[in-house]
């Protein structure tokens, strides 16, 4: 039985904070002060994602408050400080994510992009919510009961079912024990183990077993 995989609907804001292309920079400031958020989506039509407005983008006006550009990709950084509505201010095309897309390209995506949150949308481009930085780093509040639990069924029992192999679980971090019987499962035993999210780490222990191995 395969390991659980998570996807960003597991873990996303539902009721995610929007605003729509006419919405002023005061207000989006506002807004954003008022939620505690550093971004928020621009709707138009019945919900359709067509731009997201950070606080990057709203930086401009008081970088380029008392000075010009002087560097030629800031040009388009200056062109936002003369902005006053969403539409004038966000960056579009949004870069947005699926909500059955798995935890780990949400975490490429924010990364590659440079962005804390993305809008989760479906299949036309229509808000569903919102995933934040902080809302990836959810699956490690597992329990370690449950995640031994997973690891055993999931893992254990398909790859070292002979009972020669034991773990622990502390704060996440697994530790395996015991001799395995065919010493090239041990890298693939690891690598399944760090697919369980929420796990931390993967340690191996018994020289001349796993450890020699790992």
């Known amino acids: 039985m395969p390991a659980s995989r998570y996807t960003v609907s597991d873990v996303m804001t539902h009721t995610a904070v929007a605003i729509g292309r006419e919405a002023s920079y005061k207000e989006i400031v506002e807004l954003m002060h008022q939620w505690k958020v550093s971004a928020v989506p621009v709707l138009e039509g019945e919900g359709r994602v067509v731009g997201v407005v950070s606080e990057a983008d709203l930086l401009p006006k008081e970088e380029f408050r008392r000075t010009d550009p002087v ?3 800031q040009l388009e950084e200056a062109s936002k400080a003369g902005g006053v509505l969403a539409e004038e201010l966000m960056s579009s095309p949004a870069v947005t994510v699926h909500p059955d897309a798995p935890l780990a390209e949400a975490a490429r995506i924010m ?12 299949e036309v481009g229509m808000l569903e919510g919102v995933v934040s930085r902080s ?8 329990p370690d009961e449950e995640l031994e ?6 893992v254990l029992a398909e790859l070292a079912p002979d009972g020669t192999v034991d773990l622990t679980v502390r704060e996440g971090v697994v530790t395996l024990r015991g001799p395995v019987r065919d010493r090239a499962l041990v890298p693939l035993l ?4 760090r697919a369980v999210e929420g796990v931390v780490d993967v340690r191996m222990e018994s020289p001349g077993a796993l450890g020699a191995a790992a």
């Not at 990364?111 to 949308?121: D, E, I, T």
């Not at 809302?135 to 597992?142: I, M, S, T």
């Open 149 to 154: 639990e997973e690891i055993r069924r999931a």
């Open 135 to 142: 809302d990836l780093l959810k699956v490690f509040l597992r």
């Open 111 to 122: 990364a590659r992009r440079q962005v804390k949150r993305l809008p989760v949308v479906n």
């Open 190 to 193: 690891a690598r399944a183990i």
């Open 71 to 73: 560097l030629p990709d």
